[in-house]
């Protein structure tokens, strides 16, 4: 269970936390990626004084993205350090990136909307199904990685001229 009991926190200063999220889940709908196995969470949270929690650990996981040349689905791993700091909002003093906010006397923080946002900043953003992929035509849209392009070179729009002269040099 990804939650932080405040009861537990209080009583042992340290709690180990492990949990995991399924592709079956949600919450990673709207992302550009997919989840190709469950994501795995080991988390320790700690008090760090006045009323200040922090959340360390890992996630480990795998996602599946679209090349961003050919367009071709590829996997890849998620293995990313998480560091979340929680303080009560009245103690911030203004917008801070950093930490997240947490309103007096709640009992607990359930973790999975946070960690959601972890495992997008730590997911490339784009990503290449090899350093030598040749991507899609720019005329016809054929994938030059499995087959030739069968349209003419005078066919494609002359505003890349220039960008062609570049690349036959």
């Not at 993205?65 to 909002?89: H, K, N, Y």
């Not at 007096?104 to 030598?132: M, N, W």
Request: charged residues 30%; negative net charge; hydrophobic residues 35%.
């Amino acid at each position: 269970m990804l939650r932080v009991d405040f009861c537990d926190l209080e009583r042992y200063r340290s709690v180990a936390i492990e949990g995991r999220i399924g592709p079956d889940e949600g919450g990673f709908e709207d992302c550009p990626f997919v989840l190709c196995r469950p994501l795995e969470f080991v988390l320790t949270a700690s008090w760090i004084g006045s009323g200040q929690v922090i959340v360390r650990g890992t996630c480990r996981g795998a996602v599946r993205q679209d090349c961003r040349r050919c367009l071709d689905p590829v996997e890849g791993p998620v293995d990313a350090e998480i560091t979340m700091v929680f303080v009560p909002l009245d103690s911030l003093e203004e917008e801070d990136g950093d930490t997240i906010g947490l309103d007096s006397g709640v009992g607990e923080i359930d973790l999975k909307p946070y960690l959601r946002d972890e495992v997008i900043f730590a997911t490339s953003s784009f990503v290449e199904c090899s350093a030598d992929c040749r991507g899609l035509c720019a005329g016809c849209g054929e994938n030059l990685n499995t087959s030739e392009c069968t349209c003419a070179s005078g066919g494609m729009d002359p505003r890349w001229d220039a960008l062609r002269a570049l690349q036959n040099r």
